[in-house]
């Protein structure tokens, strides 16, 4: 019998289009293994991360418009690496890698449909 526990959380989050963002994702940000249910649902993932995506892009502007982004925080390990990689991948970083007192080590940037990503890993 198994024993009751909370594993993760992920948020269906809406996207502007379902196909520029998995293939944003995909080619990008490297991510792999797709996947669609009809043409406005879809998810990736990259290593233990999945991302799941419901095509609207009415929502998304709206909770990504000039004013506020929806922030989203992903854990990963060797952040240095990551840092360099997305640099390498020609991704503009919205806010540099930076140990902070709270910590975390993190950086940020904001993918094609406006969320403010912040990558961070725990400081030992």
């Known amino acids: 019998m198994k024993t009751k526990k909370f594993i993760r959380s992920g948020a269906h989050l809406p996207v502007i289009n379902l196909k520029q963002t998995l293939d944003y994702y995909r080619d ?5 293994e797709e996947w669609t249910e009809g043409i406005s649902d879809g998810g990736i993932r990259r290593d233990d991360m999945r991302m799941l995506f419901g095509e609207d892009p009415e929502y998304t502007q709206k909770i990504n418009s000039g004013q506020a982004r929806l922030n989203l925080l992903w854990f990963v390990d060797n952040i240095d690496k990551v840092y360099t990689e997305y640099q390498s991948r020609g991704i503009i ?10 910590g975390l080590r993190e950086f940020a940037f904001i993918d094609i449909n406006g969320y403010y990503i912040r990558v961070a890993e725990s400081v030992d």
């Open 28 to 32: 990008t940000l490297g991510f792999y």
């Open 93 to 102: 970083i919205a806010s540099p890698l930076t140990t902070y007192s709270y």
